[in-house]
């Protein structure tokens, strides 16, 4: 397993940009897949972006695609989350998680039971 550690996240207004990151330390970055969830009170964390461990494979929840970009930083053990023209439903706490894969996967995984590493979140608030 690795640790994850989420930053970024903040209080902005619709229309709106910010850009989510997460630090990767303890293993080998490059292989894992890598994934963005989000969490609301009472409701269960729901899928947001991934990236395979190839790079070459996206995976977007359809209410963000054309808004936020998954990217990845192998030199600098980080994936970031580019979010464009926020709403105010895109407020939440925001989950960085890895997946190992073999060499070469290109896996992008969008449910939170394919993830074995998780970061602690960092809160996202879009006003109206």
């Known amino acids: 397993q690795v640790q994850l550690v989420e930053s970024g996240g903040g209080l902005v207004q619709a229309g709106d940009s910010l850009r989510l990151s997460c630090a990767v330390s303890g293993r080998t970055f490059s292989r894992y897949a890598m994934g963005w969830f989000r969490q609301v009170p009472m409701k269960a964390r729901e899928f947001v972006a991934a990236l395979s461990w190839s790079g070459t494979t996206t995976n977007y929840k359809d209410s963000v695609k054309g808004r936020f970009t998954i990217s990845r930083d192998n030199a600098e053990n980080t994936v970031y989350l580019q979010m464009n023209s926020l709403k105010p439903e895109d407020s939440a706490v925001y989950y960085c998680?890895?997946?190992?894969?073999?060499?070469?996967?290109?896996?992008?995984?969008?449910?939170?039971?394919?993830?074995?590493?998780w970061g602690p979140g960092t809160q996202v608030t879009v006003s109206s």
């Open positions: 998680a890895a997946r190992g894969v073999y060499s070469g996967s290109n896996w992008a995984p969008n449910l939170p039971t394919e993830y074995d590493s």
